[in-house]
């Protein structure tokens, strides 16, 4: 055989090849830069991490949405055993009793000065109008400046009256009060699941996490492309042998990697560790989801990137993107209580499936073949998204 | 301290935000669309509950007895079924919150005077949200077993259901809500998000304000020129404090007329508590921005600074008597906790100023503190 034909042959295959290798070689190079300009800049950085850790652990620990120690003031006319006993039901975790007052006004003033959250008023000869028996009324009110909060401690309120009440008046009837258990009525048998003790730090430092992700996966790239427009820096990535769309991929894959990485930290340092949390799913699927996600997300931040001449501008468009997208994610509001228009807009909100998909994934369990439709849902929308924010900022930037 | 350069920054600060028309219309619409947006859809009621009612029993009692669900507002039946097939996964996929299961035996049990079981399994994800649902379930339930009871009562001593009922409940509870008597959950989200918003807005504006010049190193003009720190930060500051007061003033319209939150104190007084927690949140941008020597950075720390702890530590989701001891004392760190006592004083509970006084003082020692560093770190200097 000819030595030169099979040099030709290699040197063919090698131009053949050429393209995709020098193709391969900018867009590590380009990657390569976004990562260094990131981690250069240290402030930054500072709090990414920052967000990852210590903001998801402040979110998990110390807050509850749950009555807790509400502050219980009391005016106790009666001063009997029966006003007495029916005190004592309101005991911790849920109240707090901080003392009897002497006036109605007294137990006001609390109140308004935001020092008692229940105010409990018994009025006199309460045992006697038990005895009697005849009904009798007695008062609470309640500080509603938060009405969640409010109707919480109502209900609470009513239970232990009611129970009460009940025993009361089975005694005089002389059925002792341990009986009831024999006597006809409904005991529930409840179960919770996914969170049986409903510890709150499960549910906050997931969904901040969530959050988190959101939040940088629409800023991180929209700034990323904006400040070069800026700084002016884009000049030489325009006249660099570049497309644009070379240009942009390493901007969204650098700032993926940035967040699935950020991620994990977040899962083993802080969520594992610090709250408990059982993964009862497969944290690849998890890591699969969040890296489709970043890549929706990356599409909303190219749209608002390629509409805004400076970041001052992004910033504030990025806020009104992310205002309906976290509000719409359905875990503060869920979808059944909000009006069809609304509900509609869930269901277009690449969050809505995220959320889902990743309580489902961390907390249910749950795996592909029971999530498949919500993952088919958030990859399609991920796909029209991230086209639109590709055509918005080809037209943009050529 | 100079005048004539002061209002020579606060031009040239304004000229430049007013021809930027989009970041200057931006500055007014997101405030305002953030508080139509949360004030229309940010609702913490629990109602319409999907759930899946299973009857093993099928019976008349057992049919009643599902009814106390299916016709409360607070449930909406997704399926009501025979068998427990499939509850697990509808669980999973969060198609339904909650599963009622009346076993065999209900109504055979209860007629013959003895307790009858229900299986409630509740979705425990969101633990608000699975606690409330158990609340309605311990009252539908209550409920139905008093009823029972009582005809258990009126069989056995021989008087009529109703007394018998009557006789069961000798205490009558009034409940009396104060300054929201109909529970209303916009009147105390309407003030409440005029103090969220605040505590972002102002912050973003002013550390972008400042750092772009940094970036773009525009501020080499101010480092050689003889406008001192001072000048710079007050000029500087002036335009964006003054743009989120008019905001302010639009979000106070919006929750006080669109939305009929009502308002029963001084508005004299309410307009200089929020000059003053605007100039606090403001500071915290002008810190933000000594730090950060880019935009990007700035933007993430302000945000990431401001609102989390304004949504968690500021008493608008949980009162702060009930959040653990480290959180307490991070509320008591930021400022939106003490204009969040203020707001609701303002609005829901009409007290004035002598109830309100000690948050005055802080958020004015807050605007202090602020600044000082502020000028204590901007230096007309760069090391680097």
């Given amino acids: ?398 | 301290m100079n005048l004539v350069r002061i209002s020579a920054i606060l031009i040239k600060e304004t000229r430049e935000i007013v021809r930027d028309r989009l970041f200057f219309s931006l500055a007014f619409i997101v405030p305002t669309v953030l508080m139509l947006l949360f004030g229309y859809g940010l609702s913490f009621d629990v109602e319409h509950i999907p759930f899946v009612l299973v009857d093993r029993d099928n019976s008349a009692l057992s049919r009643d007895y599902s009814h106390r669900f299916i016709d409360s507002r607070y449930f909406e039946l997704h399926r009501y079924s025979q068998t427990e097939d499939g509850l697990e996964t509808e669980l999973i996929r969060n198609e339904i919150r909650a599963a009622i299961i009346i076993p065999e035996h209900f109504e055979r049990d209860l007629l013959a005077g003895r307790p009858a079981h229900v299986q409630t399994l509740i979705d425990g994800t969101f633990p608000f949200r699975a606690r409330t649902t158990l609340g309605y379930v311990t009252a539908i339930n209550a409920a139905a077993t008093m009823e029972v009871i009582a005809t258990y009562i009126s069989e056995q001593q021989g008087i009529s259901r109703a007394d018998a009922a009557k006789s069961l409940q000798p205490i009558q509870f009034n409940v009396r809500y104060l300054y929201n008597q109909s529970l209303k959950s916009i009147w105390s989200l309407a003030p409440n998000l005029l103090m969220l918003i605040l505590m972002i807005s102002p912050p973003f504006l002013t550390a972008l304000g400042v750092v772009r010049e940094v970036e773009r190193g525009s501020i080499y003009n101010i480092y050689s020129s003889t406008v001192t720190r001072g000048e710079f930060l007050v000029g500087k500051l002036l335009p964006y404090v003054g743009i989120s007061f008019l905001n302010g003033i639009i979000l106070w319209l919006l929750a006080a007329r669109w939305f009929g939150a009502p308002f029963k104190g001084s508005i004299v007084f309410f307009l200089f508590a929020m000059t003053l927690y605007v100039i606090c949140t403001a500071g915290i941008g002008l810190v933000v921005s000594v730090f950060a020597h880019t935009q990007i950075a700035a933007m993430t720390a302000t945000t990431i600074l401001t609102v989390v702890p304004a949504v968690l530590y500021s008493g608008v989701l949980i009162p702060i008597a009930s959040l653990t001891h480290g959180g307490q004392i991070l509320a008591h760190l930021i400022p939106a906790m003490y204009f969040t006592d203020i707001v609701l004083g303002c609005f829901l509970k009409g007290v004035g100023i002598s109830a309100l006084r000690i948050d005055v003082i802080v958020l004015a020692g807050y605007a202090t503190v602020l600044f000082t560093a502020g000028y204590l770190l901007f230096t007309k200097r760069p090391s680097s």
């Fill in chain 1, 1 to 398: 055989m000819n030595p030169t034909m099979i040099d030709r042959k290699t040197i063919d295959e090698t131009a053949m090849l050429r393209p995709l290798i020098l193709r391969c070689r900018s867009l590590q190079a380009m990657i390569v830069k976004e990562l260094l300009q990131l981690f250069r800049d240290y402030v930054l950085l500072f709090f990414v991490v920052y967000a990852f850790t210590a903001d998801v652990y402040w979110a998990g620990s110390g807050v509850t949405l749950s009555l807790n120690q509400a502050a219980l003031s009391i005016h106790d006319e009666d001063r009997s055993t029966a006003s007495r006993q029916l005190i004592d039901g309101f005991h911790p975790p849920y109240f707090k009793n901080i003392g009897e007052v002497g006036d109605l006004r007294d137990g006001t003033q609390l109140l308004d000065a935001g020092q008692a959250t229940l105010f409990f008023n018994i009025p006199p000869e309460f045992q006697k109008s038990l005895a009697a028996p005849r009904q009798t009324e007695v008062q609470m009110q309640v500080d509603a400046t938060n009405s969640v909060l409010g109707l919480l401690a109502s209900t609470y309120a009513t239970q232990i009256v009611t129970s009460y009440g009940l025993n009361e008046s089975l005694t005089r009837n002389g059925i002792s009060p341990n009986r009831i258990q024999t006597l006809p009525g409904i005991v529930d048998d409840r179960r919770v699941w996914f969170n049986p003790n409903q510890t709150d730090s499960w549910f906050m430092s997931i969904t901040e996490l969530l959050n988190i992700v959101t939040v940088l996966a629409i800023l991180l790239p929209a700034a990323a492309m904006v400040r070069e427009k800026e700084k002016g820096t884009i000049e030489q990535l325009i006249v660099s042998p570049l497309s644009p769309l070379e240009i942009m991929f390493p901007k969204v894959i650098a700032m993926t990697a940035v967040i699935v990485a950020g991620t994990a930290v977040c899962l083993f340092a802080v969520i594992r560790p610090l709250f408990h949390v059982p993964f009862r799913g497969s944290l690849l699927l998890f890591f699969f989801v969040t890296t489709i996600y970043s890549w929706t997300s990356a599409g909303i931040g190219l749209f608002v990137a390629s509409i805004s001449r400076n970041l001052a501008q992004a910033s504030m468009l990025v806020i009104l993107m992310l205002a309906p997208i976290l509000f719409l994610s359905g875990v503060w509001t869920p979808p059944e209580i909000l009006p069809a228009w609304l509900r509609l807009g869930m269901y277009v909100s690449p969050m809505h499936y995220y959320i889902d998909l990743s309580l489902g994934i961390l907390l249910k369990g749950a795996d592909w073949q029971i999530l498949w439709k919500q993952i088919v849902a958030l990859s399609s929308l991920g796909i029209v998204v991230f086209a639109a924010g590709l055509w918005s900022f080809r037209r943009n930037f050529q």
